[in-house]
Each structure stands twice: as structure tokens, then as C-alpha cells.
């Protein structure tokens, strides 16, 4: 399909299957892992969505100058 | 000049803004001068300087059709008398006189032809007939090209003059506040709708149309016209009124300005900016309970967002994720300022105003404060695009499923086994762009060819995407296209593209081995595509 294959070596073995990958993500230590990527990223995300909280009264500040 | 006892024009040569304010005195007749206007006199000249203007070509007894709207709608009524044709002041990069020019117009072989007018043509500013702001209709070219500077919603824009059709390669349209039909909210609106009536194709409204459009139905507490400013409510009512749909953002720190104005900048969509205005250099009393004195406020303002300039040299990694967007290596965006001029600057970094006692991020701008020097700083308060109603999804929704996505594969990459840790550190690119684009892009990008290309070609897709492409170093790894007319909780993944094998087969590896109910849903859009494709 791709005429141009560009993989490096170590990321070519990912690809295939890889027992010792394989089986940690199907492991607790995987499930833990994700968790936490979920909450940090969730922190993240929560913290700009705060930012972004209109107050009402900018909706009726007029732009004069 | 012409035969006839009122010229119709006039050459000038052009040598430095003292000229040009001088121009507007004694040959436009404007009753103030730029002499009076120190910022926009300055910025002129600058920009002028700039663009390495030569000649300029007055066109007297100009009818100008938003002015004209603009007459008929109120100055036709004022009992003192205002003229209803303007001035077109035209301008070029190389000299000529006016005898070359004249025979031009002779039809005499000489130094000027077409080409030659077109090739040196940079634009030209309408002079209205009236007192204190009088530029109106200004279509001047962008600032040169320098491989940083990106002005993705200026287009081409043509005049005749005397029956020479001239282009301007590169231009929005700019027009000052006459503070009677317009404030610098419809200005900054005005201009906004120049560019998406000719990309979402709705009517074009003049200035006062505009000011009318926003407060039809948004009564406001004072008469509307001469209308003095418009709120966010209106503005959205105006945008509402030509077909289109209000986007508002509220966004003050760099890395959501910055990912914001450029995911629908690079989609040809520009943004409306309202800003507070304050002066560093003057200062209110301290109250007891602030810990610095405030910045002075000048005042709310509205600009038009045009153009950005990639100055830094990385991505900003943003947050506990560490977060790479290529947006934030903005370090300026020009915006199109009916008290500066157009494509003014405005400087992203090491800006603040102290407001309640805290200082918080703003940007930097050519305003002149009360004392020397540029020290008045705006601070965002909101971002408001005019969007096609089938652009449903908004940028933040697939900033969030990028950032899950990218901490996902990063923190399994820290933490599982090796050979993961080979997954290169990715930056990515994320911006709003059209199926068409999207084609002819890949095709001059050079990413993937054959069959693959091919296949991605001539795949069915909707009319608008979210491009979300991810890089590490030169390379690109991969592009995932989002549907931006789906529905939120809609799958909204419409392709992912892998050019180089580098991540995308952990990513598959993932979705295959590990519980992907226990993902975060977006992530969950991204993995059961990928499970998809690969049985």
C-alpha cells in the first residue's frame, strides 16, 4: 500500500506482535497506567474549560473605543 | 490634465509619511490630517515603507458602495452638507510621472502598460468626505512574505482604475470607525463578513448594514445609530443575520488564544477579537485590598484577526501533559485595527496588565500610551468567529480528544515495556480545513503515494475537517481527520492516516490488547476506528 516505508527498526517490532507489550496491556499495571493518563490529561482539560467560563456580563459590555 | 476643468487624477511621488498626510491636506481635501493623528500617521508611514511604496494615483469623484450605503442610510439627512463621492487613493511600488501616465491613458506606447500597473500595483485606500475618520474601503497587499507570516483568509482582491483592471494578490478589506454608523465593532465585523461572503457566499453588508443587522433585534439602551459599540450579543445577531452561525470563545492565555485563532485562521475563517484596553504607564490608586495598582483602562475594543507570525523556535509544551501544539509558536497575530491600521500587530509574549490586583497575560499593541513608547496592553476577553452552519463541532472538542490521545501514548510509552520507548515525542498541528483542501494538499505534500494516496483520494469525506497531524521533528507520522459536521457524541473520526509506521502501530496495539471500554470516550473514537480498520 504505502511505496515509501519509513519505519525505524525498533517501532517496525511494535508492530508485529510483541509478547512482552502485549501482555502488559492486558496487565493491572496497564489498567493503572491508563487511569492515571486519564486523570492527568482530565485535569488538564477541566482546568481550560474553567478558563473558558463566560460571566454573563461580558455579553452586555459593548466594544466602543 | 484630462481636458476637463476638475481633474479626474493626479500622480504623486511618493516620499514619506509627512507626504502622504500632506497629500490628504492639500490634494484629498480632508478637513483633518494624519498630522493629527500621530499612531495611524505613524503606521501608515511604516507600512508604506514597508511595501516599498513609489506612486501614488489619486482618483477623485470615486463612488464608493459602502459609503454610499452609509450616505443614503444617514449623512443624506444631516442638514449640514456632505459630499457623497470619495477619493480612491491608489498605490504602487515603482515610480512614474504623471506625463508617462498620461499617456498611458493616451494609449501611447511608453514605460507603462498594464502589466506594469498590475505587476507594481499594492492596493488602495477610499477617502470618505467626511470630518476627523474618513479612511474607508482600504484593500492594501499584506506585509511581504518572510517564510514566519501566515495571512490565511486574505485573498484576491481587484480594481479598475479607468478601465485597467488591477489585482492586489493578498488583502482583507480595512475600513476605519466613522463613529456615526459604525463603532469599531461593526468595523471589526465588517470586515469579517468581507471574507466569508466571498468563501461561504452570503450577501456583502455595508457598515451601517451591519450595525443594523446586530441591534434589530438586540435593542439596545440608546439609539443605535450613530451607534457607539456593540456588545457580544449583538455581533452574534449580525453574523446570524447573514446565514452564518456565532462562534464565541472566551480565551485570555496564550496557549488557547493561540490554538484557537489558528485552528480557524488556517481554515480561512477570521476571528473577531473584543479586548480591554489598559495603559502601563498610568496607574489608579491601590485599593486595601489589591496588592498592585490596576492599569489605567482605556477602554473595550474589537479588531479582526487576519494573520499570524510563527516566530518561536518550538512548540510551548503546555500543562501536566506537556502538551506540544504547534499554534504556540505564534509570536505575534495581525489583526486589522480601526485605530492603528491593517494588518497591525499585535505581540503574543511577555505582556501583561495588572487588573484587580493580579497581573494576568495580554498582548502587546501599537497603541500609544500616555507616555513615549507603546505601553498599552489588551487583554482577550472574547473571540468571535462567523462559522458555516455545518462547522458543528468546535476546535476545544478536538483539542480535548488530541490531548487525551497524545498523553495516552506518552504515558504508556514512559511506563510499559520496552521497545515502546522508540515511539517518538510528537508535536501536532490542528486546524479546521475543507475536503478539498485537505486533497490537494496531500497531494503537494508529498507524504504517501501509490495506492495509499489513492485510496485516501478518492474516499469519500465530509465538506469540512479538523486536520489533527502529528510530527516529530521533520517527519509526519500522522494525520487524524475529524468530521467537523458530525454531532459531539457522534464517532467524528473519519480517517487516520500513517505515513511512517512510527506510532500508529503501537496505537492499533493498544486498541487490540487493552480494554478499550476503560478508555475515556474520545480516546475510545480514535481506538475502535483503528480496531476497525485493522481486521
Not at chain 1, 508492530?15 to 499495571?29: I, V
Not at chain 2, 484576491?156 to 494578490?169: H, N, V
Not at chain 2, 488556517?266 to 485599593?287: M, N
Not at chain 2, 480517517?495 to 506510532?503: E, G, K, L, P
Request: with cysteine; charged share 20%.
Amino acid at each position: 500500500m504505502n511505496d515509501r516505508p519509513k519505519a525505524s527498526a525498533p517501532a517496525r517490532e511494535t508492530a508485529g506482535s510483541h509478547p512482552t507489550l502485549q501482555a502488559w496491556l492486558k496487565s493491572e499495571d496497564a489498567t493503572v497506567v491508563v487511569n492515571e493518563a486519564n486523570r492527568l490529561s482530565g485535569m488538564v482539560i477541566d482546568e481550560l474549560e474553567r478558563r473558558q467560563q463566560l460571566d454573563p456580563s461580558e455579553l452586555q459590555k459593548p466594544f466602543t473605543v | 490634465m484630462n481636458g476637463e476643468s476638475k481633474p479626474r487624477y493626479k500622480v504623486i511621488r511618493y516620499s514619506g509619511a509627512a507626504d502622504f498626510s500632506e497629500v490628504l491636506r492639500t490634494d484629498v481635501k480632508t478637513s483633518s490630517t494624519l498630522l493629527e493623528r500621530e499612531s495611524l500617521r505613524q503606521y501608515f508611514g511604516d507600512y508604506f515603507s514597508e511595501i516599498q511604496l513609489k506612486t501614488i494615483v489619486l482618483e477623485f469623484d470615486y463612488v464608493d458602495r459602502d459609503y454610499l450605503e452609509d450616505y443614503a442610510a444617514y449623512y443624506v439627512r444631516c442638514y449640514e452638507h456632505y459630499e457623497r463621492r470619495c477619493c480612491r487613493i491608489h498605490l504602487f511600488k515603482s515610480e512614474f510621472s504623471s506625463d508617462e501616465y498620461d499617456a498611458y491613458l493616451e494609449g501611447s506606447t511608453g514605460t507603462i502598460t498594464k502589466e506594469f500597473l498590475n505587476t507594481n500595483y499594492l492596493g488602495f485606500l477610499v477617502v470618505k468626505p467626511l470630518p476627523e475618520t474618513f479612511f474607508g474601503r482600504t484593500c492594501i497587499t499584506t506585509y511581504p512574505s518572510n517564510g514566519t507570516r501566515f495571512f490565511p483568509v486574505a485573498q484576491k482582491y481587484e480594481a479598475t482604475l479607468f478601465g485597467t483592471r488591477l489585482q492586489i494578490a493578498q488583502t482583507l478589506p480595512f475600513q476605519e470607525q466613522d463613529s456615526v454608523v459604525a463603532a469599531c465593532a461593526t468595523s471589526a465585523l465588517w470586515s469579517a463578513l468581507q471574507r466569508t461572503s466571498r468563501i461561504f457566499k452570503h450577501g456583502n453588508p455595508s457598515p451601517v448594514d451591519v450595525t443594523r443587522f446586530a441591534t434589530e433585534r438586540v435593542p439596545a439602551m440608546s439609539r443605535a445609530i450613530p451607534n457607539h459599540g456593540l456588545n457580544p450579543m449583538m455581533m452574534a445577531e449580525a453574523i446570524r443575520r447573514v446565514g452564518l452561525e456565532p462562534f464565541l470563545a472566551t480565551t485570555r492565555s496564550g496557549f488557547e488564544l493561540k490554538g484557537t485563532l489558528y485552528a480557524y485562521l488556517r481554515g480561512g475563517i477570521p476571528a473577531v477579537l473584543g479586548v480591554d484596553l489598559y495603559d502601563s504607564s498610568k496607574q489608579v490608586a491601590p485599593s486595601p485590598e489589591k496588592t498592585a495598582a490596576d492599569d489605567e483602562m482605556i477602554g473595550s475594543h474589537a479588531v479582526t484577526v487576519v494573520g499570524y507570525n510563527m516566530g518561536l523556535a518550538a512548540a510551548v509544551p503546555y500543562g501536566a501533559t506537556k502538551f506540544r501544539l504547534k499554534a504556540t509558536q505564534i509570536d505575534k497575530i495581525y489583526v486589522h485595527d480601526d485605530q492603528i491600521g491593517p494588518f497591525a500587530r499585535m505581540e503574543t509574549e511577555n505582556h501583561e496588565a495588572c487588573v484587580g490586583g493580579k497581573r494576568i497575560p495580554a498582548l502587546g499593541t501599537t497603541w500609544k500610551g500616555s507616555t513615549k513608547g507603546n505601553t498599552i496592553n489588551a487583554v482577550t476577553e472574547i473571540v468571535l468567529m462567523p462559522l458555516y452552519h455545518k462547522i458543528r463541532i468546535p476546535y476545544q472538542v478536538v483539542l480535548e480528544t488530541v490531548l487525551r490521545f497524545d498523553h495516552l501514548i506518552a504515558d504508556i510509552k514512559a511506563k510499559a515495556p520496552s521497545p515502546v520507548t522508540s515511539v517518538p515525542d510528537l508535536i501536532w498541528d490542528i486546524y479546521l480545513t475543507t475536503v478539498n483542501d485537505f486533497k490537494t494538499a496531500l497531494q503537494k505534500e508529498n507524504l504517501i503515494s501509490g495506492k495509499k494516496l489513492a485510496s485516501v483520494l478518492t474516499s469519500g469525506m465530509p465538506r469540512f475537517l479538523w486536520r489533527a497531524t502529528a510530527r516529530h521533528g521533520d517527519q509526519t507520522t500522522m494525520d487524524i481527520l475529524f468530521d467537523a459536521t458530525d454531532i459531539e457524541q457522534g464517532g467524528f473520526v473519519v480517517q487516520i492516516i500513517d505515513y511512517d509506521n512510527a506510532v500508529i502501530p503501537l496505537v492499533t496495539m493498544i486498541a487490540q490488547n487493552f480494554p478499550i471500554s476503560q478508555l475515556h470516550p474520545t480516546t475510545r473514537k480514535i481506538m475502535s476506528y483503528l480496531l476497525r480498520v485493522s481486521k
